[in-house]
């Protein structure tokens, strides 16, 4: 079982940055693919950035590739998503997600069955 509480959230003018946390709970021990989602009202939900826990390569969205970066701090049990250059288009609920898998990390939301309950990044123009 995998638990992930997210935090962050906040509302930012353009061109501003945020960072979200998630923290992972898992009780029991193997590789996850974690990553950042986003839905924003009437949209689907899109992958942002993903990477495995046991290894250090990212993935990335192409709206967000050089803006965003994701990070995990072992330690802490924590995933960072560092936001930068924020756009107005960047507004959405941001999710925290997980799942147990061998294989490489993907951006496809359907394959993620542990989800955080969502931080709110609103960026104004």
């Known amino acids: 079982q995998v638990q992930l509480v997210e935090s962050g959230g906040d509302s930012v003018q353009a061109g501003g940055s945020l960072r979200l946390s998630c923290v992972v709970s898992?009780?029991?021990?193997?590789?996850?693919?974690m990553g950042w989602f986003r839905q924003a009202p009437g949209k689907e939900r899109e992958g942002v950035a993903v990477?495995?826990?046991?290894?250090?390569?990212?993935y990335y969205a192409d709206s967000v590739r050089d803006r965003f970066t994701i990070s995990q701090d072992q330690v802490k049990n924590t995933l960072y998503l560092q936001m930068n250059s924020l756009k107005p288009e960047d507004t959405a609920m941001y999710y925290c997600?997980?799942?147990?898998?061998?294989?490489?990390?993907?951006?496809?939301?359907?394959?993620?069955?542990?989800w955080g309950q969502g931080t709110q990044v609103t960026v104004s123009s």
């Open positions: 990477k495995a826990s046991t290894a250090s390569a990212t």
């Open positions: 997600a997980a799942y147990r898998t061998g294989y490489v990390c993907g951006l496809d939301h359907s394959e993620y069955n542990y």
């Open positions: 898992d009780s029991t021990t193997g590789r996850l693919c």
